[in-house]
Nanobody, 117 residues
Framework: VQLAESGGGLVQAGGSLRLSCTAS????????RGWFRQAPGKEREFVAA????????YYSDPVKGRFTISRDRTSNTVYLQMNNLKPEDTAVYYC???????????WGQGTQVTVSS
């Protein structure tokens, strides 16, 4: 089972990006899917998570109100819509899955998001 992210790139401050994460391989189900990020010289931090069954969502304070996590259960894909991006959002974003919150059992390879000022 692999988690593969896509949708990263370079955007100006105030812009938007949408990240996608698709699970491939044998059927993969996890109770919770999420996103973490790691900026240069900083520790990896939690960004957002969503419970597969209920759809309940969780956000870190720095992204609350700007980012939205959603899921498409038919395609086993999770999305992270990022609006009003700031230079401090620049990081490698990782898709994750797990059985508990925050989800850390499975990790994607990461996708770079760069926000210019």
């Amino acid at each position: 089972v692999q988690l593969a992210e896509s949708g990263g790139g370079l955007v100006q401050a105030g812009g938007s990006l949408r990240l996608s994460c698709t699970a491939s391989g044998r059927t993969y189900s996890s109770h919770i899917r999420g996103w973490f990020r790691q900026a240069p010289g900083k520790e990896r931090e939690f960004v957002a998570a969503i419970r597969q069954n209920s759809g309940n969502t969780y956000y870190s304070d720095p992204v609350k109100g700007r980012f939205t996590i959603s899921r498409d259960r038919t395609s086993n894909t999770v999305y992270l819509q990022m609006n009003n991006l700031k230079p401090e959002d620049t990081a490698v974003y990782y898709c994750t899955g797990g059985s508990t919150y925050p989800p850390r059992d499975k990790w994607g390879q990461g996708t770079q998001v760069t926000v210019s000022s």
